[in-house]
């Protein structure tokens, strides 16, 4: 089974550009989360969608992000006017999100970096 | 808030040897999930192993053993016969059971190189 797919895997975008970056989730899975990874922060949740509602967006910061999840196969997290300080590994991960089934499993993230 | 603490920032061990990495964490949840994730050298993040806060029990994966020390606060995670292949950065992750929130709250990791 193809585990999470994430386009592009790197992308390099000038300051004041949009980037928009691309997830497909797990089959079967209803539960899709982005995450960000910098050295210096490590790890950091963004945004969370069950069934492709958002649910949970308390990671994101709340000008020039925003995800979207149109149909169960597939998620965007776009970022308008891009800064350097976006610079990151940005990571999709999915779960079955019942119960017991509580893993999230990551893809491969997109190396954004911002010149 | 929750909080994942991880104070070990690399550890080196020899082939074949027994390892423990130390992970700590804060939540005001009453349940809880934990979690191991490895990072390889490619960037790839794998889940390796989970402990259920309410199971007494530590749990087992392959090499993987976790001890779990709720009274601590406290998630290790032990690697017996340690392989080249488990060099990597481990991160210790938790996440709570109240609300409608799944984020993952993660620590900043732990080197581990495994030396031939």
């Known amino acids: 089974n193809a585990g999470v797919i994430q386009t592009p895997r790197h992308k390099v975008t000038g300051k004041g550009q949009e980037a928009t970056l691309w997830c497909e989730p797990i089959?079967?899975?209803?539960?899709v989360f982005w995450y960000r990874q910098t050295i210096v922060q490590g790890l950091e949740f963004l945004t969370y969608?069950?069934?492709?509602?958002?649910?949970?967006d308390s990671g994101m910061p709340k000008e020039r992000f925003s995800a979207q999840m149109p149909n169960q196969s597939h998620s965007t997290l776009k970022i308008q006017s891009t800064q350097p300080q976006d610079s990151a590994v940005y990571l999709c991960?999915?779960?079955?999100?019942?119960?017991?089934?509580?893993?999230?499993?990551f893809g491969p993230g997109t190396r954004l970096t911002v010149l | 808030a929750q909080k994942v603490t991880q104070t070990q920032t690399s550890i080196s061990v020899m082939e074949k040897t027994t390892v423990t990495m130390d992970c700590v964490y804060e939540?005001?949840?009453?349940?809880?999930?934990l979690f191991w994730y490895k990072q390889t050298a490619s960037g790839e993040i794998v889940f390796l192993i989970r402990?259920?806060?309410?199971?007494?029990e530590n749990a087992t994966v392959g090499h993987y053993s976790l001890n779990f020390q709720k009274p601590k606060s406290s998630i290790g995670l032990i690697i017996t016969a340690t392989q080249i292949e488990d060099s990597a950065v481990y991160f210790c992750?938790?996440?709570?059971?109240?609300?409608?929130?799944?984020?993952?709250?993660f620590g900043l990791g732990t080197t581990l190189q495994v030396q031939p």
């Open positions: 402990q259920d806060s309410y199971k007494k």
């Open positions: 939540t005001q949840d009453s349940s809880y999930f």
């Open positions: 991960a999915s779960s079955l999100d019942r119960g017991r089934y509580a893993e999230q499993f």
């Open positions: 089959s079967g899975h209803s539960a």
């Open positions: 969608f069950r069934n492709q509602a958002p649910i949970d």
């Open positions: 992750a938790m996440r709570g059971l109240t609300g409608n929130t799944r984020k993952l709250i």
